[in-house]
């Protein structure tokens, strides 16, 4: 790739305008007398019509002296000249006219026009000052450039040395030049990249980190071999902190629109969904919400996975006075316990390095006047569950880095599908934190204990279903009803409104016969099923549900096996977030 520095460097920027010519028709000695006269070691020869003809030298016309064996007076200079010498022209690059000095072994080259018009005389002790010159100010530009980037630069030789540390550098690291410089990398910052490359001598791209004061960087290694076998390693980092954090507001802007289409979208499907039970212990649960609606109570809701417990959170927001106020989701399971307290408290400004400017409201506050439905509370670690309980206390909080209190005035509703209690008898849930959020507890019944409520739900989502996929709605037959009516639902309600959506997909517009159902249930599996009444059945149970977390767990454990157990990776390749990539490990009792 040719020099973008030097290229721009022409002949006749860097000749000097003083030079001297004869005409051919002086003697020798005239020329002697004239070089001494004037205190020059070049003179350039011309016609008599002033065109370049040959170049002598002081050196030159001694040696012809020395060597001549006959007498030199009265020789003209022109039979004493080097002739056809290397020449210049002024527009030509100084790189090429310097590669001519070098080619031909010489120390100057006569500069002249197309026309043969002596221009000057271009020496070596130019060319080298000019490349110097031009040194110097391409040092100091790179000086400017290198410190008006926001990016970390940093140099370190092959002893591991730092030599060069930009202000990008100092800015993001939060370290002084001069207390850097010489220093071994490794006592500054974290090093791995720059021993891989020193290594492998190979370049490493994007590798992440988290600084101590909490910047997000993307650093890169490039191998640069300063002189043969001396691999020297050239960083970059980038703070990519403000994309982190504007990706941390844009999901807290999802989730506030997300909870207000939630409330605006469900709040008659949910109304719509428990009218049609008809069991007595449904209806019973049902009751027990519209009372506690009425008040600001912490409500503690139980009950198997899949029996609809954020749903009937939504429900009693949805008949409580705070219906017009947000109904906020947070699922204690799916956040990491490093972000938990941000989220659920939000920060201030400045409450760490690369924090929102803004700063950033968290769960509490996004829910303020409204309701905050922590699901799946059995998960919080004990940490957060004492941040939690003095919420619930003081019904006041601080955002992280605040000073300034700020008033609770959210209502909590929590789910679990653990046994409390029995976590607060073996120490892994507070009990003060448990008798806070169990003022009121519902108990969700399972499915298999309102077999009655069976046939309307699945009615229900026939329907949903049908018109979501713009499908013919399928009929169940009555002996294929009473097989569902029959079944366990292990996964309960969220289980059979997946083996609707298959039924509705594989069978629309058909009536579904009782084989047509098990084979449905069964998937493509060739699995035996206890719980399917009436057929024969070695195993143990395997509904839908069961078959549908099979498959899951297979499919995240061969990608964890295809990307190393890169967690990153794999959930790019689900097109999930990380998070909920660690719930879903956690569940389907994946090892981390």
Same mark, same amino acid.
């Not at 002033?50 to 020789?75: N, P, W, Y």
């Not at 891989?196 to 071999?225: C, M, Q």
């Not at 003060?432 to 989502?461: C, G, S, T």
């Not at 084989?515 to 699995?527: C, L, M, N, R």
């Given at each position: 790739?040719?020099?973008?520095?030097?290229?721009?460097?022409?002949?006749?920027?860097?000749?000097? +305008?003083?030079?001297?010519?004869?005409?051919?028709? &002086?003697?020798?000695?005239?020329?002697?007398?004239?070089?001494?006269? *004037?205190?020059?070691?070049?003179?350039?020869?011309?016609?008599?019509?002033?065109?370049?003809?040959?170049?002598?030298?002081?050196?030159?016309?001694?040696?012809?002296?020395?060597?001549?064996?006959?007498?030199?007076?009265?020789?003209?200079?022109?039979?004493?000249?080097?002739?056809?010498?290397?020449?210049?022209?002024?527009?030509?690059?100084?790189?090429?006219?310097?590669?001519?000095?070098?080619?031909?072994?010489?120390?100057?080259?006569?500069?002249?026009?197309?026309?043969?018009?002596?221009?000057?005389?271009?020496?070596?002790?130019?060319?080298?000052?000019?490349?110097?010159?031009?040194? *110097?100010?391409?040092?100091?530009?790179? *000086?400017?450039?290198?410190?008006?980037?926001?990016?970390?630069?940093?140099?370190?030789?092959?002893?591991?040395?730092?030599?060069?540390?930009?202000?990008?550098?100092?800015?993001?690291?939060?370290?002084?030049?001069?207390?850097?410089?010489?220093?071994?990398?490794?006592?500054?910052?974290?090093?791995?990249?720059?021993?891989?490359?020193?290594?492998?001598?190979?370049?490493?791209?994007?590798?992440?980190?988290?600084? +101590?004061?909490?910047?997000?960087?993307?650093?890169?290694?490039?191998?640069?071999?300063?002189?043969?076998?001396?691999?020297?390693?050239?960083?970059?980092?980038?703070?990519?902190?403000?994309?982190?954090?504007?990706?941390?507001? &844009?999901?807290?802007?999802?989730?506030?629109?997300?909870?207000?289409?939630?409330?605006?979208?469900?709040?008659?499907?949910?109304?719509?969904?428990?009218?049609?039970?008809?069991?007595?212990?449904?209806?019973?649960?049902?009751?027990?919400?519209?009372?506690?609606?009425?008040?600001?109570?912490?409500?503690?809701?139980?009950?198997?996975?899949?029996?609809?417990?954020?749903?009937?959170?939504?429900?009693?927001?949805?008949?409580?006075?705070?219906?017009?106020?947000?109904?906020?989701?947070?699922?204690?399971?799916?956040?990491?316990?490093?972000?938990?307290?941000?989220?659920?408290?939000?920060?201030?400004?400045?409450?760490?390095?690369?924090?929102?400017?803004?700063?950033?409201?968290?769960?509490?506050?996004?829910?303020?006047?409204?309701?905050?439905?922590?699901?799946?509370?059995?998960?919080?670690?004990?940490?957060?569950?004492?941040?939690?309980?003095?919420?619930?206390?003081?019904?006041?909080?601080?955002?992280?880095?605040?000073?300034?209190?700020?008033?609770?005035?959210?209502?909590?509703?929590?789910?679990?599908?653990?046994?409390?209690?029995?976590?607060?008898?073996?120490?892994?849930?507070?009990?003060?934190?448990?008798?806070? &959020?169990?003022?009121?507890?519902?108990?969700?019944?399972?499915?298999?204990?309102?077999?009655?409520?069976?046939?309307?739900?699945?009615?229900?989502?026939?329907?949903?279903?049908?018109?979501?996929?713009?499908?013919?709605?399928?009929?169940?037959?009555?002996?294929?009803?009473?097989?569902?009516?029959?079944?366990?639902?292990?996964?309960?309600?969220?289980?059979?409104?997946?083996?609707?959506?298959?039924?509705?997909?594989?069978?629309?517009?058909?009536?579904?016969?009782?084989?047509?159902?098990?084979?449905?249930?069964?998937?493509?599996?060739?699995?035996?099923?206890?719980?399917?009444?009436?057929?024969?059945?070695?195993? *143990?149970?395997?509904?839908?549900?069961?078959?549908?977390?099979?498959?899951?767990?297979?499919?995240?454990?061969?990608?964890?096996?295809?990307?190393?157990?890169?967690?990153?990776?794999?959930?790019?390749?689900?097109?999930?977030?990380?998070?909920?990539?660690?719930?879903?490990?956690?569940?389907?009792?994946?090892?981390?």
């Amino acid at each position: 790739m040719k020099s973008q520095w030097f290229s721009n460097i022409k002949v006749e920027d860097v000749v000097s +305008p003083s030079f001297y010519t004869v005409p051919s028709t &002086l003697t020798i000695e005239e020329v002697f007398t004239k070089m001494n006269k *004037e205190n020059v070691e070049d003179i350039l020869v011309t016609d008599e019509e002033g065109k370049f003809l040959g170049l002598t030298t002081r050196k030159h016309l001694e040696l012809v002296f020395a060597q001549s064996r006959i007498d030199c007076s009265g020789m003209t200079v022109d039979k004493a000249m080097i002739t056809q010498p290397i020449a210049t022209f002024p527009q030509e690059d100084l790189n090429d006219a310097r590669r001519k000095m070098r080619r031909a072994k010489v120390g100057r080259l006569p500069v002249v026009d197309e026309d043969k018009t002596p221009r000057g005389i271009l020496t070596a002790v130019e060319v080298c000052t000019a490349f110097s010159a031009k040194l *110097e100010a391409m040092g100091k530009q790179m *000086e400017t450039i290198f410190n008006t980037i926001d990016e970390a630069i940093i140099l370190i030789d092959d002893e591991q040395r730092v030599l060069y540390w930009n202000t990008g550098a100092e800015k993001i690291y939060e370290i002084r030049q001069e207390d850097v410089t010489g220093k071994l990398i490794g006592e500054v910052i974290a090093n791995s990249f720059v021993l891989k490359v020193l290594k492998t001598g190979k370049p490493v791209y994007h590798e992440y980190e988290i600084t +101590p004061s909490g910047r997000h960087l993307l650093k890169s290694g490039i191998p640069y071999y300063q002189y043969p076998g001396r691999l020297w390693v050239v960083c970059t980092a980038q703070d990519v902190t403000r994309f982190v954090n504007i990706l941390g507001e &844009l999901n807290q802007t999802r989730d506030k629109i997300s909870a207000l289409e939630k409330k605006s979208n469900s709040d008659e499907a949910n109304m719509d969904l428990f009218v049609r039970t008809k069991s007595k212990a449904f209806h019973e649960v049902l009751e027990t919400a519209r009372l506690l609606s009425r008040t600001d109570s912490t409500v503690l809701i139980l009950g198997e996975s899949g029996t609809g417990k954020e749903l009937m959170s939504s429900t009693i927001h949805s008949l409580s006075n705070r219906r017009d106020k947000p109904f906020v989701v947070i699922n204690c399971a799916a956040i990491p316990e490093s972000l938990f307290e941000s989220e659920l408290f939000g920060y201030t400004k400045g409450a760490f390095t690369g924090a929102s400017k803004e700063g950033m409201p968290g769960k509490f506050e996004l829910a303020n006047g409204g309701t905050l439905f922590l699901d799946e509370i059995g998960e919080l670690s004990f940490d957060m569950q004492a941040k939690l309980l003095r919420v619930l206390q003081e019904k006041t909080f601080y955002r992280i880095g605040g000073i300034t209190p700020v008033n609770a005035n959210t209502r909590i509703i929590a789910a679990t599908n653990k046994d409390l209690w029995k976590m607060v008898q073996e120490s892994k849930f507070r009990e003060d934190l448990f008798y806070r &959020l169990n003022v009121f507890n519902l108990k969700m019944p399972a499915l298999r204990q309102r077999q009655e409520d069976i046939p309307p739900l699945i009615e229900y989502y026939i329907d949903q279903f049908a018109k979501k996929y713009n499908l013919g709605a399928p009929e169940i037959s009555p002996g294929a009803m009473r097989f569902l009516m029959d079944y366990e639902w292990r996964g309960n309600i969220r289980e059979l409104k997946n083996f609707v959506e298959r039924i509705v997909v594989f069978s629309q517009n058909e009536i579904v016969s009782r084989e047509q159902v098990i084979k449905i249930i069964q998937g493509d599996s060739q699995i035996e099923t206890a719980a399917v009444p009436g057929e024969a059945a070695a195993g *143990e149970s395997g509904g839908l549900s069961d078959i549908l977390e099979s498959k899951e767990r297979e499919i995240i454990s061969d990608l964890l096996k295809k990307y190393n157990n890169n967690k990153s990776d794999v959930a790019k390749a689900l097109n999930i977030p990380r998070s909920t990539l660690y719930y879903r490990m956690k569940s389907l009792g994946i090892a981390d």
